[in-house]
């Protein structure tokens, strides 16, 4: 197997001031969601910062890809959302990544939405959990990285993170239809932004699954940079094999094989994610683009 993955595999980057909480969505599947949020968390970890990932897929495939228990009775992120379980209860170390840590979905929490319909702020159940965590804010033992990791819907689910969340992630895969529902999404971060979570910015988006030999992923890409500018990150994540193998090992792409260009790629997107958080917020654009 490859070097051990928690090994840090470039100069660490500064700690943030306080904790990023950092929200990673598009409610188009196929994008490779999960698999930015697993591979960011993996290379943010190997750069010296201390992040959690908050799995609120259902599906629970981030789960899956760190190799972190979540079998039905598992207590994780349905519990956090649905009973009020503090956070510190249900967060698992990544036993193989060493300053990373993990909370959990289980098959439960496709319950969730229906369980919460007849909650009082229902859509805050996620930012009360996160408040009230210890390891969140300025504090030196805080956490660095808050990476959520959405469904692909913008269900009462999503809409937690963002509620949650300080900023959005948004992958967008290299392929026709690509910018296909973006607005939708758009909208619901601006109606975020309006009535439930002013500190929500629209952070960056990330082009995944590019393939430099076809004249239909760099159309894509451009027409990406065209719509949204410095919002877009220079690092394009490539369509890649050990990407793809990676999961079904319990293992980040940054594990699997740390030498391709798929980890190379992660990890550059990283330190550039990292540098980003580090300069003023852009201005907001309106929700209708794209």
Request: hydrophobic share 40%; with cysteine.
């Amino acid at each position: 197997m490859a070097a051990r993955e928690g090994a840090v595999q470039d100069d660490p980057v500064a700690r943030p001031s306080r904790t990023r909480t950092v929200v990673v969505a598009n409610q188009k599947g196929g994008v490779g969601k999960t698999t930015t949020t697993v591979n960011l968390a993996v290379a943010l970890a190997q750069l010296g910062q201390r992040v959690l990932v908050i799995d609120l897929d259902p599906q629970g495939n981030a789960s899956t890809a760190l190799a972190v228990e979540h079998g039905r009775g598992t207590p994780g992120t349905y519990e956090v959302l649905v009973d009020g379980t503090p956070l510190r209860d249900v967060t698992q170390p990544v036993e193989e990544v060493p300053n990373l840590w993990l909370v959990p979905a289980t098959i439960d929490l496709a319950g969730a939405e229906i369980e919460l319909v007849s909650v009082v702020a229902r859509e805050s159940r996620l930012r009360k959990a996160l408040d009230a965590a210890r390891l969140i804010g300025e504090e030196d033992t805080r956490y660095d990285y808050v990476l959520v990791d959405c469904p692909p819907s913008l269900g009462l689910l999503t809409l937690n993170a963002l509620v949650a969340g300080a900023e959005i992630l948004i992958p967008i895969q290299a392929e026709y239809y690509a910018l296909e529902g973006l607005g939708q999404l758009l909208e619901t971060v601006e109606m975020v932004r309006a009535h439930l979570n002013d500190k929500l910015s629209l952070g960056a988006f990330l082009i995944t699954m590019y393939d430099s030999r076809t004249k239909l992923a760099s159309g894509v890409a451009r027409e990406v940079r065209e719509h949204f500018g410095p919002r877009v990150l220079r690092t394009m994540i490539p369509r890649s094999v050990r990407v793809s193998e990676a999961p079904s090992y319990g293992q980040s792409v940054l594990g699997y094989d740390p030498t391709s260009t798929g980890a190379l790629a992660y990890l550059a997107a990283a330190r550039e994610l990292a540098v980003i958080g580090q300069r003023p917020p852009a201005p907001q654009d309106g929700g209708g683009r794209g």
